[in-house]
């Protein structure tokens, strides 16, 4: 059983930045970010590979947040630079065992969420 514990949510206005950090129990795996926005479905935004060698974000967000990762402190990051306000959403942090998944059900383990409200 892996636990991921998320942290670095907030508010913050269009166009500013945020950092999100994902302590995780055990770091061999390949990990991620979900995210999900009232009323809608839950969306990748981000994974990356256990070596942290390859990356993948979504085309939404691509060009503003980034993703990494420091298996030395267990703990992955996500850069989200410019920020919208339809970047608003509870962020999951995820790890599972496939190569570059996209999809919700690709991953083993989820966190609790951190929130993240952007104001216009």
């Known amino acids: 059983q892996v636990q991921l514990v998320e942290s670095g949510g907030g508010l913050v206005q269009a166009g500013g930045s945020l950092r999100l950090s994902c302590a995780a129990s055990?770091?061999?795996?390949?990990m991620g970010w979900f995210r999900q926005a009232p009323g809608k479905e839950r969306e990748f935004v981000g994974s990356?590979?256990?070596?942290?060698?390859?990356?993948d974000v979504a085309d939404s967000v691509k060009g503003r947040f980034s993703i990494s990762r420091d298996n030395a402190k267990k703990t992955l990051y996500l850069q989200m630079n410019s920020l919208k306000p339809e970047d608003t959403a509870v962020y999951y942090c995820?790890?599972?065992?496939?190569?570059?998944?996209?999809?919700?059900?690709?991953?083993?383990?989820w966190g609790q969420g951190t929130q993240v409200t952007v104001s216009s």
């Open positions: 995820v790890a599972g065992t496939r190569y570059k998944a996209t999809m919700a059900n690709d991953y083993d383990y």
């Open positions: 055990e770091p061999r795996y390949a």
């Open positions: 990356i590979t256990w070596s942290g060698g390859t990356t």
